[in-house]
DNA sequence: TTTTCAATACGTCAATATGACACAATGAAA
DNA sequence: TTTCATTGTGTCATATTGACGTATTGAAAA
């Protein structure tokens, strides 16, 4: 089995069909029933790359100034990737949204938020809701890629907003999202040599300088252009389109495309070395 | 933050004072009640390196021919790894167990196993606790890093013996175990060069040519013997012993240790590139 | 229109790392 | 005492890397 196959979903690979089960939430809210499994939620850090930024996407809680990683629970007859794909789809209106789980946050003291009781009452929410709620959590954490302008970002019946920040602009998350996405960011890192990463942040077309930014910004360091290029291109990984990026100042830069095939094959092996 | 912390606890360290709960497993299991969380489990791959092989410790299940992963559930104010730590000092008799959560499964699928309620009646199983094995479980897979020659394994209440099977020979695994340690030896691959993997498996004093053969072991592929040993030696994590491992026929080889500062600077670095 | 200039494309070269071997040394077993 | 599989050390051609130089482009400024 190859490590990659080992490790979870390939490219924009569907597991199986998803029930397409629409709740109302805020109905849902008010009831007293559920079914979704106790226990155990998942949070999704959701990475876009724009204007040479990442950019994470954050649901801004009513009632409360803190942000939140869009986050979900399973039904009964769902995996933990369905829930998820599930929970981006509601969030993002994309399907075929590329993700990974790679870790599970389940410290007892992760829970214990500020009583929110109050803040429950006033979104009407059912008495043994909010019981469920303060139940103790255990979440598996997931990151996905998605091409930024695709999106179009919803709220759920928990937050106010879903919106994009930058990663640096970004305010202060609730309970332990912070280090969630911390941990997404370094597993990032870490996998940027052994999954289609920049396959799935960038659009289709796209030029040699907005993959080296996207390297630059996910590596935490500046990369020399010319040793990139050569680098990168010694891959096969790419393919050289005859279009430039045009409308642009200064010298029009080619466009490149993946060169899929290859690049799956690449990462298997792991493109090997580091920056 | 380091990729290292982030993903996780680090060479050996303890977590937090475990609670020293023992249960009585076969008292445990003819009792109606229980203080574990329902749907989440944890699966381990315990692996040891013993006479240039990796072992790996599998339970054999009470009136059954299939083996199992060492697992266990978790109490209400464990965390995942304190809830693996505690069932893998039960199963080891060992303290200070390096391991990593690697991935979790949760196909509904997978809990779908054969009717086993013949089997648990003759084991002395309250009923209750049949309906509550029965349920759906979310698992999480963990790898343990052990010295082989440390273990004293004991099995659990659902098993008649534990004990190290070559990776070769083992039999047949129950339910996904198969799957989970497949995935487990890959992470073990892909984390290699970021986990302090020889550490953890070999005993302090080794040979150049033992930690070779470990490394063609976990990455499944031969070394040439003299590359091995310079780039080995250029990161500067092993220290050089004066004693030679005696009582071996042929030329007595050196013995090393690892400089343990160094060698986790080294993997905080990813000990760039690959074999 | 012409000029400017920041950004891109393409190339060079020394230093380093890698892969593939050769050869001498050792020490238990024959 | 000899044998010989195994270990320690070294060499060399080749590939890769890091650092940097120069020419080209095309929108924006003059």
Known sequence: MSVLSALGPQVRMRLRPIMAIKIDLQQWLSEPGNDFLSHISLDCAVFGFHAGELRILLLKMKNQDRLALPGGFMMAQESLEEAAIRTLEERTGLENIFLQQFHVFSDPARSESADRAEDFKKMGMHPSKMEWFAQRWISVGFYALVEFSQVNPKPDALSETCCWYSLEERGKLILDHDQILETALATLRLQLNYQPIGYNLLPRKFTMPELQKLYETIL???????????????????????????????????LYSFHLRNYQKALRQGLEAGW
């Open 220 to 254: 935490g360091k500046k990369l020399d252009r010319r040793n990139f290029q050569r680098k990168m291109l010694s891959y096969g990984i790419l393919h050289a389109l005859d279009e430039k990026r045009t409308g642009v100042a200064h010298k029009a830069p080619y």
